[in-house]
């Protein structure tokens, strides 16, 4: 019966005897197995452009922050601190306030005395550098055989001509074995508007130091000033800073300007400026310096006491014309 049963096939058992499963007889009429193929292998994820974005910012925002700081500290003490916005130099508890803008400010700021032939004068100006690099007025020590300046803290210095240009009335001076000074910040005065407060800090009349405050009054006037150095010698001899002569307007104030003259866009400011504030800083409430002060009318001259003082009607060489100028007067330039 185990014959038959094999021989017709019909209850036949793969499992008996060696034959194993997997050599079990295949009905022809199955199709056949696919042929294998490997898996194919992960792709790599690609960065989708939301976090391209987010990556870039992130990247732009450190750099925004600490870019000048690197810089400086890269290229050394010649760096000029410089913003091409509005950096806040005033600390944000004082950011507004002139208190906070002085105390920020006044340790960049310094007084000149400057000796020539005609005489003695006095102005300021503006450090720059932590080495002692200043900027100041063409006319503050144009001809000077020896200039002394002295620090918001007292320190005396003497310093030597390192470049003029009478064109902008702007020099550039270097004070001898310094080191470590504040530098003030050199603002961006295309971004100054009429009617913006701004602070004043020089040193009239030989008082160091002094902070007087008013707004812009109006931008891109016309100032004329001389740039024959004894013309503004014989207006200044034996006085404190002297009266530089400029003409506005059609009209002179402070003397003859004479035949020698150059003329430049100014700010007008109100703040109170008077003989030996040229050279000084006019600066923004977030402690920037947006021009240096270099003509001002003052009736100091004035017979009657009650006409001498401030008139509210000076201006400031913008910040902007100092920035396109400093490489040419770190190069010498003696015109």
């Known amino acids: 019966m185990t014959e038959s049963l094999r021989d017709s096939g019909e209850y036949e058992n793969p499992y008996q005897g060696d034959q194993q499963y997997d050599t079990a007889p295949v009905n022809p009429e199955w199709p056949p197995p696919p042929a294998y193929a490997p898996a194919p292998a992960p792709k790599k994820r690609k960065r989708g ?186 207006q200044g001899q034996g006085q404190q800073g002297g009266e530089w002569p400029f003409e506005f307007g059609g009209r002179e104030f402070n003397g003859d300007t004479g035949s020698d003259t150059t003329t430049y866009k100014a700010l007008q400011t109100d703040a109170s400026l008077n003989p030996g504030n040229s050279g000084g800083a006019l600066i923004d409430m977030n402690g920037n310096i947006i021009g240096i002060n270099s003509a001002m009318y003052s009736a100091a001259g004035a017979s009657s006491s009650a006409a001498a003082g401030s008139v509210g009607l000076g201006f400031a060489i913008p910040i902007n014309t100092v920035k396109a100028d400093l490489a040419t007067l770190r190069a010498g330039s003696t015109d």
């Open 49 to 234: 452009p939301v976090a391209l974005l987010a990556a870039v910012a992130i990247v732009a925002a450190a750099i925004g922050g600490g870019t000048a700081y690197g810089i400086q500290e890269l290229t050394g003490n010649d760096t000029v601190a410089s913003s091409s916005t509005s950096t806040n130099v005033v600390p944000s508890s004082q950011k507004g306030t002139v208190s906070g803008v002085a105390k920020a400010v006044s340790p960049s700021i310094v007084e000149i005395s400057a000796d020539s032939n005609a005489g003695s004068s006095t102005g300021s100006g503006v450090i720059i550098t932590s080495d002692g690099e200043i900027i100041t007025n063409n006319h503050v020590v144009s001809g000077a055989s020896q200039i002394k300046v002295r620090t918001n803290d007292g320190k005396s210095y003497t310093a030597k001509v390192v470049g003029t240009d009478s064109k902008k009335d702007l020099a550039l001076i270097k004070l001898e074995n310094a080191s470590g000074l504040k530098t003030a910040t050199l603002g961006d005065s295309a971004g100054v508007g009429v009617g913006d407060q701004v602070v004043a800090i020089g040193s009239p009349e030989g008082l160091t130091g002094t902070v007087t405050s008013g707004i812009i009054s109006a931008l891109d006037r016309d100032v004329t000033v001389s740039t024959d150095e004894s013309q503004g010698q014989e």
